[in-house]
């Protein structure tokens, strides 16, 4: 395996400060210097970009962001037994990483980016721990204002995740992730990380997502969209005069605004159908 840098392999890195991963903060270790590298490449050239990662752990990818050129490296991490070893990626990178200790899910990502008002953007590109992978997808999709501070993410998730992120109308994975993140983003599948390349290695196969915010999508109000999303994929297999109950008194004159017949079901509605049916709901 090359080397990107002369730091020490991240095994010695890893025995040195004891960094077992813990199964309770989602942690899998990625020990490839060259594939933490594809995944810095993965969303096109950093050149003197500002990444937000979030949960570096003992700092394979972050190294792999830095060695690409990143220029600012922004790390989030809750596991304070982390912090040493990005200490020593951060003498090595001397002012361009700054490592946060802090729960991503608790932190104003924004405020972050640099600018004093607060209107600078960045690149999201990490190997989310698996516990929190999906909520803080959502929250970046739900930024306002939009087009969002972030310029793009290229985010690693367990595939069956990342299927349903990019699934589509008729796919078995559609879903409500699959109509949030296509309504404000061009997803796609970059490519598959085999269990075999982490420590330990989890038990499914995972898959590297690149997200690009859509600069106009569709205008709707989003609380209203999850709503009409949430009680249609509640009931899938429902026709959706029926699964939309929860919703709206009367499902029929709600799908007859929207210009949908009230036999189809979830699985046939694309994001501009769910988009006309929150419009309609909202009033």
């Not at 933490?36 to 003992?58: K, L, Q």
């Not at 037994?81 to 003498?91: D, F, G, P």
């Not at 306002?144 to 299927?163: G, I, K």
Request: glycine share 8%; with cysteine; proline share 7%.
């Amino acid at each position: 395996m090359a080397q990107i840098d002369d730091l020490p392999p991240l095994r010695d890195v890893i025995a040195r400060h004891g960094l077992m991963a813990m199964k309770s903060l989602g942690q899998n270790f990625l020990l490839d210097l060259n594939l933490t590298a594809r995944i810095a490449r993965a969303g096109g050239r950093i050149d003197g970009a500002t990444v937000i990662e979030v949960g570096p752990g003992p700092g394979g990818l972050t190294r792999a962001l830095l060695a690409e050129g990143a220029g600012r490296v922004i790390a989030i991490e809750r596991d304070r037994r982390c912090l040493a070893a990005l200490a020593e990626v951060q003498a090595h990178y001397p002012g361009r990483l700054e490592v946060i200790e802090a729960d991503a899910l608790e932190i104003d990502m924004p405020s972050l980016v640099g600018g004093p008002d607060g209107t600078g953007r960045a690149r999201i590109i990490a190997n989310l721990p698996y516990n929190v992978a999906t909520p803080l997808l959502v929250g970046w999709l739900r930024a306002e204002p939009w087009p969002a501070w972030w310029e793009s993410a290229t985010l690693m998730f367990q595939r069956e995740v990342a299927e349903r992120i990019v699934a589509r109308p008729g796919d078995d994975a559609y879903g409500r992730l699959g109509v949030l993140t296509g309504w404000r983003t061009e997803a796609k599948i970059a490519f598959d990380v085999a269990r075999q390349a982490f420590v330990p290695p989890p038990k499914v196969t995972s898959s590297v997502v690149h997200l690009v915010p859509r600069e106009k999508p569709l205008a709707v109000d989003k609380d209203a969209l999850e709503k009409v999303v949430a009680a249609a994929f509640n009931q899938r297999r429902k026709m959706l005069r029926s699964s939309l109950k929860s919703v709206a008194a009367d499902p029929e004159a709600l799908l007859a605004a929207a210009g949908i017949e009230p036999t189809r079901r979830a699985e046939e509605i694309d994001v501009a159908g769910f988009v006309a049916l929150a419009n309609a709901l909202a009033g």
